[in-house]
């Protein structure tokens, strides 16, 4: 009875977009292992997986799958865990003192769900005001990247993005606007393929109301070429 009633518990966690950190849930040792032996096990887990389900690895189309699996899960949609890929965001000063808003929109969001493992497929648009220090516009698509590439739940990975930027350019006022679609609402559930998630974080001069509104008017520009 215990085990069922803890069991909903997590089901209604999941359904409900609940998160219950700020920062990522990590172990103490999630590093000890090396890619090659994460792939390893991992591949062995999927295996395991897919037999449970009754698939037939032994047929051309499927014995290949848990290795596939195993490295995408290392090395590209949860890539973004490993602390030393976390993108080198060299910053310059402002020598041609630029002192108004830069947005940079439309940027990629491909993340997934830590509650079913499901993509959240959407765009980011991040902005800051420089205090002296300017960061390359690229390295704003690697960071929106890097917190993407993990289990994530979209209000956690907004913040991480904002908090991350403020570090680098050593400023509050930094802004970060997600929208995007989660296939575990679309694909599984209520399966409602319409509805896309918004979420924003405001740091510093982008909490009053004026700037807000202006960063929020330049991401409905037209920017189409």
């Known amino acids: 009875m215990k085990i069922d009633k803890a069991l909903e518990a997590i089901e209604a966690l999941g359904d409900n977009h609940v998160a219950t950190s700020a920062t990522t849930p990590l172990r103490e040792d999630a590093f000890e292992l090396s890619d090659k032996e994460k792939i390893a096990l991992i591949k062995d887990d999927v295996k395991h997986i897919m037999e449970t389900l009754g698939l037939d690895l032994t ?115 930094v802004a970060c606007v997600i929208d995007a679609k989660h296939l575990c609402v679309n694909s599984r559930g209520i399966r409602d393929i319409e509805s896309s998630t918004v979420t924003s974080e405001f740091g510093g001069k982008f909490k009053e109301d004026a700037v807000r509104r202006e960063f929020l008017d330049y991401i409905k520009l037209d920017t189409t070429f």
């Open 59 to 173: 047929d051309d189309s499927l014995k290949g799958t848990p290795q596939r699996v195993a490295k995408m899960f290392v090395n590209e949609i949860f890539s973004g865990l490993h602390p030393q890929r976390k993108p080198d965001a060299s910053t310059f000063e402002n020598h041609y003192k630029y002192g108004e808003m830069l947005v940079e929109k439309n940027i990629t969001v491909y993340s997934t769900c830590e509650h079913h493992l499901l993509p959240i497929v959407g765009r980011a648009h991040v902005a800051y005001i420089s205090n002296g220090t300017v960061v390359g516009l690229s390295k704003m698509n690697r960071i929106v990247d890097y917190y993407a590439k993990r289990p994530q739940v979209q209000e956690r990975m907004t913040m991480q993005i904002v908090q991350d930027l403020q570090v680098v350019l050593g400023t509050k006022d």
